[in-house]
């Protein structure tokens, strides 16, 4: 990626997580130009820049200069509906630059479009394919739609390279059947006929080898030619007029508007991490009519969505995989690590350094209670070791220290009888403080080839 | 005609085969391949340069034996009775069985030696016939009869050259049997051994134990791990040896695991459109097995196998990795497992020691027709946009 894309992803991703900051105070901090052969400039250059450092040390001291996360952010609250079957959705709204689920994304990656690879692009790209907006740079594309135009490049790359082959057999072809004929004609004329038709082939196969020559660099190729990435503009097809909203009001072609089928899923983790952490969301039932759920509640349905059927509260224990999970999920936010799922790769959690868009993830994350337990099978680990090395990423296993039955069920208790909600935050803290993470990574050793 | 079993050699409690012969065997005919393991403690080599004993693995015992092309022997009990039998009578008859071989081997040598000078003898021969006839040329009519007797007396002279004192030739290495196939008491051992259907079974059940229990409990104390104490006693005796406090469950599942791997390789062996492949430890793929469509000599593995029982839960991540896996390797994915009878079902919820389990597990392992139980499902990595 080049330095200048990357400046600008990291310009648009700039938060780690989606909280406001408000700053009091703006520090302005103004420099004079310095010009070089001038050293009055450059005096005053150094006395601007020592006042400045200075206000800013005062400020800190004095802390006059506040920074702090907004206090009223209620009406900021992002909606998030959770199904019947404890699927975490948020809706994406059209038109609104700056909707909830954009949101989510921008600031911390959360969460991931169901229609799309996982920043949520369906209905622009869906705009496109069916010729509803044709104005479009090709620095809007996003990255299925890259992906795709690189791969149509491609292909018709070597359908021209297959093409020029052809041709050229078939000129060889020729060529080697009007040398045969030769050895039998015997007029004059049909032999000089031959003689220019010869001649003709031959130039012709000549300029086929210079064009070939010149289409063997697939960059030369992009930049001679313009690939479209969505050909097709005949009459829509009835599965794609069906997602065309029928409005009768609407009678100009070019004002037709898509349906968005798309939204952003949220994980189980990242649902209570929004809530509990950071205070950034409200869940409802997709239900029509039912409250707001409270941050228990909010808790039993992410512990439910990894069973088929409920389990009471009583019945818990410190080792529930959504506990395990959540500990590791909060453990990694919270030290700045942006944290996403690591279904693709078998795993429990990626970790990316700051975003799925501006750079690969570097370690893959496989949650395993710390329990006395022996492992009976070590086989599972390679097989997982194996994969992940193959995508260059590194495996850590992530043992967890789970608190006992008994003081787990004790904090469990007293969260569900507080009715006030710091100090119910007080005890969600408590018991998360229970969980220990201890990260070990594994990795294969070959005495011969890492040597070096 | 009936092929020659194959011994199997417990060391501590690992299969080696020693036989040269039988490697050959079992490779080209059974398509087992083992590893091989031998070195030498001075000259340790690369795994690569590894020469015999080959080790077989547990599940390639186990279909050997099942498929009556194998039996096992216990070393240990088999160099004491060899010794117990061994008579001075034997111990002359082998001596001399050596020096008979040693004049062998001299007379071959004096044989030899005598060639080489034969040659050498005629080659100059040829040479100074050429060169008389040149000469002769020259002066045409000078004594022929010269000539005759300078022949003759030429060969008198080889033949004494040629005669090798066999005193003088000195043999510092003597060829001895490199198996015990030669020793007078071996056959009628291993006869016994063969034979005695109890000891065999005493044995396997050893074995198996060894496999099941011990190596998962982290025996520390080596002589637990090792037969001898099952070999002489009954069964029943022999059980008291680590069994104790076993737990029946995981020892079910994982003598379920064992059996459909080792019914995996019989039935790989006994369907026609899969009798060629051959099948290797898979640790290096993250599973059990690698199947190879050939020798892998010359071929690359197209499966990768794993086991699951019957009714066991998998977890869908391990599907996840495992097709992603294969397609990186461009492979198939394969889960393998035995669809249960009711019938034995009802027989394992009665066992409830782990010697029953275990002789449960043996008889099963011997019922013809458990290849045919075997289920395979194939997982692919697919994907859209």
Same mark, same amino acid.
Request: proline residues 5%.
């Given at each position: 990626m080049s330095k200048f894309n990357k400046k600008r992803l990291l310009s648009i991703y700039k938060?780690?997580?989606?909280i406001d900051l408000i700053y009091d105070n703006d520090i302005t901090f103004v420099i004079p130009q310095v010009v070089a052969h001038n050293p009055v400039s450059w005096i005053f250059f150094a006395s601007s820049y020592l006042k400045n450092c200075l206000e800013i040390s005062g400020q800190l001291i004095n802390n006059t200069g506040k920074v702090h +996360?907004?206090?009223?952010?209620s009406s900021q609250k992002i909606v998030v509906k959770v199904s019947d079957h404890d699927v975490f959705k948020v809706e994406i709204e059209i $038109? &609104?630059?700056?909707s909830d689920a954009i949101k989510l994304w921008k600031n911390g #990656? #959360? $969460?991931?479009?169901?229609?799309?690879?996982?920043?949520?692009t369906w209905y622009e790209r869906t705009e496109r394919r069916l010729h509803l907006k044709d104005q479009y740079s090709e620095?809007?594309? &996003?990255s299925e739609e890259i992906t795709a135009l690189r791969r149509n490049e491609r292909k018709k790359f070597k359908q021209l390279r297959e093409s020029y082959e052809n041709q050229q057999l078939e000129l060889e072809r020729q060529i080697s059947a009007i040398i045969d004929r030769q050895k039998i004609v015997s007029t004059k004329k049909e032999m000089l006929e031959m003689e220019n038709d010869l001649k003709r082939i031959q130039r012709e196969l000549e300029d086929l080898k210079l064009l070939s020559q010149q289409n063997q660099d697939f960059r030369a190729f992009q930049s001679s030619h313009k690939v479209k990435l969505y050909e097709y503009a005949g009459p829509l097809r009835p599965d794609d007029n069906a997602l065309i909203i029928n409005d009768p @009001?609407?009678?100009?072609?070019?004002k037709r508007k898509l349906m968005q089928l798309e939204y952003l899923q949220l994980m189980p983790v990242e649902a209570f991490f929004l809530q509990l %952490? *950071?205070?950034?969301v409200k869940v409802f039932p997709e239900t029509t009519g039912s409250n707001e759920l409270s941050t228990l509640e909010l808790f039993q349905r992410c512990v439910d969505s990894y069973y088929s059927s409920t389990t009471p509260m009583s019945r *818990? %224990?410190?080792?529930e995989k959504f506990l395990l999970d959540y500990a590791v999920y909060h453990h990694y936010r919270s030290h700045g690590w942006c944290v996403r799922s690591g279904v693709k790769f078998g795993v429990d959690f990626l970790l990316y350094e700051k975003g799925p868009p501006i750079s690969h993830a570097q370690y893959c994350l496989h949650v395993v209670e710390n329990s006395g337990k022996n492992m009976e099978d070590f086989v599972e680990y390679s097989s997982l070791n194996r994969v992940i090395g193959g995508v260059r990423k590194t495996l850590v296993f992530v043992c967890v220290d789970v608190p006992s039955v008994s003081t787990f069920q004790k904090i469990m208790e007293k969260i569900a009888i507080e009715k006030d909600i710091t100090e119910q935050q007080k005890l969600w803290k408590k018991l998360l403080n229970q969980y220990n993470i201890t990260e070990m990574v594994y990795r294969r050793w070959v005495p011969s080839r890492n040597r070096d | 005609m009936v092929k020659r079993k194959i011994p199997i050699t417990i060391v501590g409690n690992r299969a080696l085969v020693f036989d040269l012969p039988d490697i050959k065997i079992l490779r080209e005919e059974y398509h087992v391949l083992g590893v091989l393991s031998g070195t030498l403690p001075v000259a340790p080599q690369q795994s690569i340069f590894l020469s015999v004993p080959l080790q077989l693995s547990i599940e390639e015992v186990l279909y050997l034996v099942a498929m009556g092309r194998a039996y096992l022997i216990h070393e240990k009990q088999v160099t004491h009775q060899f010794f117990e039998t061994w008579t001075d009578e034997d111990t002359e008859k082998y001596l001399n069985k050596l020096w008979e071989g040693h004049k062998k081997d001299i007379k071959q040598k004096q044989r030899e030696i005598f060639e080489k000078r034969h040659f050498f003898l005629q080659k100059t021969k040829k040479k100074q016939q050429r060169n008389k006839q040149k000469t002769e040329g020259l +002066?045409? =009519?000078? $004594?022929k009869e010269e000539g005759i007797s300078n022949h003759d007396l030429l060969a008198e002279e080889s033949q004494k050259e040629i005669e090798?004192?066999?005193?003088?030739i000195n043999l510092i290495f003597y060829k001895t049997e490199d198996?015990?196939?030669?020793?007078?008491n071996y056959d009628w051992l291993v006869e016994i051994i063969q034979h005695s259907d109890g000891f065999q079974r005493r044995m396997l059940f050893g074995y198996i134990k060894n496999h099941l229990i011990n190596k998962y409990n982290g025996v520390?104390?080596?002589?637990? *791990?090792?037969i001898d104490n099952l070999i002489y006693d009954t069964i029943d005796n022999a059980? %008291?040896?680590? @069994? %104790? $406090?076993?737990d029946l469950e995981k020892l079910r599942h994982r003598c379920d695991r064992l059996i459909s791997s080792v019914r995996f390789i019989q039935s790989i062996h006994s369907r026609a459109e899969t009798s060629q492949y051959y099948v290797l430890p898979g640790l290096k793929f993250g599973s059990k097995f690698v199947v190879y469509p050939g020798d892998p000599l010359r071929y690359h593995s197209h499966h990768i196998v794993n086991f699951f029982n019957w009714d066991e839960e998998i977890d869908l991540m391990r599907f996840v990795n495992g097709g992603r896996l294969a397609v990186g390797v461009k492979k198939l994915w394969v889960v393998s497992g035995i669809k249960p009878k009711e019938k034995i079902k009802d027989a394992e919820s009665s066992s409830n020691s782990a010697t029953e389990e275990i002789d449960g597990f043996i008889n099963a392992l011997f =019922?013809?027709?458990?290849?045919?139980?075997v289920v395979n499902f194939s997982v692919e990595w697919a994907g859209f946009g």
């Open positions: 938060n780690p997580l989606p +996360q907004s206090i009223d952010n $038109g &609104t630059p700056e #990656f #959360f $969460g991931k479009g169901i229609l799309s690879r996982s920043e949520p620095k809007d594309l &996003t @009001t609407i009678s100009d072609k070019d %952490a *950071l205070d950034k *818990l %224990a410190g080792n | +002066q045409s =009519d000078i $004594g090798v004192d066999s005193s003088n198996s015990s196939r030669g020793l007078s520390v104390d080596v002589s637990h *791990l090792e059980v %008291a040896v680590g @069994t %104790a $406090g076993v =019922d013809g027709n458990g290849d045919k139980e």
